[in-house]
């Protein structure tokens, strides 16, 4: 059993009318609620006390492989069936920082309870439906624990919708600079794009297949009350993988788009060198031709050695040369493509 974050034991009683949120201290109280609440919701905060997490699969009866599916990091969203509960494994998603994380959590449906395993993170991805139980908006004691399942996933289905709305923005950001300044770190932020959008993919795709099969398939413990809201969670979560999807292609479509800016800018690099190096060519001809040693007595070497004004005419000739030769690239159009 991995260790991390000291044990939280969170529970949750529910009847017709009244709501009790308190924390465990002793797994001893676990009994007591379950004999006192039609329906109890026990959130098992971090992994960080094995004792305790197996003292909580005693009181429940959940089997030593069930438990270890629990609190496995790297566990691939499922369902199945451990006897006499469903175990239902998912992935929260969350911003850490600018990485896209899953963070694993189980869920242990039951005769009148529900058990949550999952490390501690902030913020907190049941914080709504705590808020709904707590204000009596929902109606547990009548629905049952199959109810409150389905809002625990619901929960987490919805948890992806700001972190792909977040994800969009950072995409435009990158698709911005990637136009207008395409540097070498930009490229590794976009692998980090592609990298992230996969870990979401490869949550998202089992995630669906667990909802499809409590939405479509008779399942232990779960109603047609129930069946429907699953079902819901399915549609949203197809929205959620064309989403992605989407952005797939747009990470794609940032790498080639940053390769064109990179070749464009080296091509007007490129065209800049090319327009000099054409320039001073002529000139260079020119210099070279008068540099050259020979008799000036013959009437027929090097034009101007002896004329007076010699040095300005070949200046004037080369500046004619720079200045015909600049016009002519910019009635072309080659000069004014830089800008």
Not at 89 to 94: E, I, Q, W
Not at 275 to 288: R, W
Request: contains cysteine; negative net charge; hydrophobic residues 45%.
């Amino acid at each position: 059993m991995p260790s991390g974050q000291p044990t939280l034991l969170r529970l949750v009683g529910c009847d017709g009318s009244t709501t009790e949120d308190a924390t465990v201290l002793a797994p001893q109280e676990l009994t007591i609620a379950r004999e006192k609440w039609p329906v109890v919701w026990l959130d098992v905060d971090g992994f960080g006390d094995a004792a305790l997490i197996r003292a909580v699969g005693q009181v429940f009866e959940i089997s030593d492989l069930a438990l270890e599916d629990a609190v496995t990091p790297d566990e691939r969203p499922k369902v199945e069936v451990f006897g006499h509960q469903v175990l239902m494994a998912v992935r929260m998603a969350r911003f850490d920082g600018e990485a896209i994380v899953t963070d694993p959590m189980a869920i242990f449906l039951g005769d009148r309870y529900v058990i949550t395993f999952h490390e501690r993170t902030v913020p907190d991805g049941f914080a709504s439906v705590r808020e709904r139980v707590r204000n009596g908006r929902t109606r547990l004691g009548q629905l049952g624990a199959d109810h409150l399942c389905a809002l625990l996933l619901d929960a987490v289905i919805d948890g992806y919708f700001p972190v792909l709305e977040q994800f969009g923005d950072r995409l435009e950001t990158i698709e911005e600079e990637a136009l207008d300044n395409p540097t070498r770190g930009l490229l590794g932020r976009i692998h980090d794009v592609r990298t992230d959008l996969m870990a979401l993919r490869r949550a998202l795709w089992p995630t669906r297949d667990v909802l499809h099969a409590l939405g479509r398939e008779s399942t232990a413990f779960v109603g047609d009350h129930a069946r429907q809201h699953f079902r819901d969670s399915y549609d949203h979560t197809m929205e959620l993988l064309d989403l992605t999807e989407g952005y797939r292609e747009i990470g794609s479509d940032l790498r080639d788009i940053y390769l064109a800016s990179i070749n464009n800018r080296m091509n007007d690099v490129m065209k800049v060198l090319t327009v000099i190096a054409t320039v001073f060519m002529p000139l260079t001809f020119i210099t070279g031709y008068y540099g050259m040693n020979f008799d000036t007595s013959s009437p027929w070497n090097m034009p101007l050695l002896t004329f007076r004004y010699g040095s300005l005419v070949a200046l004037a000739i080369m500046a004619a040369t720079t200045i015909g030769m600049v016009v002519f690239f910019w009635r072309r159009g080659w000069l004014r493509r830089w800008h």
